[in-house]
């Protein structure tokens, strides 16, 4: 069964480093998403992306954020300057279609110490 | 803006007993209702999903049926094992055209034997 694919499992990064999380969507899924749980917190989207561009982002996601498509397969999810509290499980996701469900990958778990 | 409001956790029932965990949600229009189920140390699973009023979803024994009339999609099972010990959200997805998925804050139920 196809599957959302995210690596690494597990990244530990200091403080005021930059991070790049990996997601390789359902291959032919057209819309694209990050999501983010705050550990014992709600899941919070992130960012949606459809079409080589972002369709609809959060108010947590500013400046220090950003998404890519480097090639047909990859979504990347980049933090610069990663703060203590950006610790938190990344979900990456995608669907296929619109009105559809997404499918989540089962994350990369983000410390920043 | 979209919303969703389930019962706090944990909950813990014995085996074979009657779950429910309440769920009621804010959109507007005809938003698609969901529930995923998150394992200790794994990622977001999609349990079930209905995308209409009155629509039932069902997997693995659990139910949820879409009550546009009470905003509600509550999560029912007859009889729980120990392997449902697990972190439940609900969920929706609106219908502008994106798959922005809003969650709830998660029910943590444990089942023991």
């Known amino acids: 069964e196809p599957e959302v694919t995210q690596t690494p499992s597990h990244q530990v990064t200091q403080m005021g480093q930059e991070v790049i999380l990996r997601c390789v969507p359902i291959?032919?899924?057209?819309?694209f998403y990050w999501y983010r749980q705050i550990l014992g917190q709600k899941v919070e989207f992130l960012v949606s992306?459809?079409?080589?561009?972002?369709?609809?982002k959060s108010e947590i996601f500013d400046d220090q954020f950003s998404v890519e498509r480097p090639d047909g397969s990859n979504f990347t999810l980049k933090i610069r300057s990663t703060k203590l509290e950006d610790s938190a499980m990344y979900f990456c996701a995608s669907s296929e279609v619109t009105g559809d469900e997404a499918f989540f990958g089962q994350g990369t778990r983000l410390t920043v110490v | 803006g979209n919303s969703v409001t389930q019962m706090e956790g944990p909950v813990t029932l014995s085996e074979e007993a009657f779950l429910t965990i309440n769920c009621t949600y804010t959109a507007t229009g005809y938003p698609s209702l969901f529930w995923y189920v998150q394992y200790p140390g794994e990622g977001l699973q999609l349990l079930l999903k209905a995308t209409k009023a009155d629509d039932k979803g069902s997997n693995k024994g659990f139910e949820a049926t879409y009550r546009k009339e009470t905003t509600s999609f509550h999560l029912e099972k007859g009889s729980v094992q120990v392997s449902d010990s697990a972190v439940y959200f609900c969920a929706l997805s609106d219908e502008r055209g994106y798959q922005k998925v809003t969650f709830g804050t998660g029910t943590k139920l444990q089942v023991i034997p």
């Open positions: 992306f459809y079409n080589n561009e972002i369709s609809e």
């Open positions: 291959s032919n899924h057209l819309y």
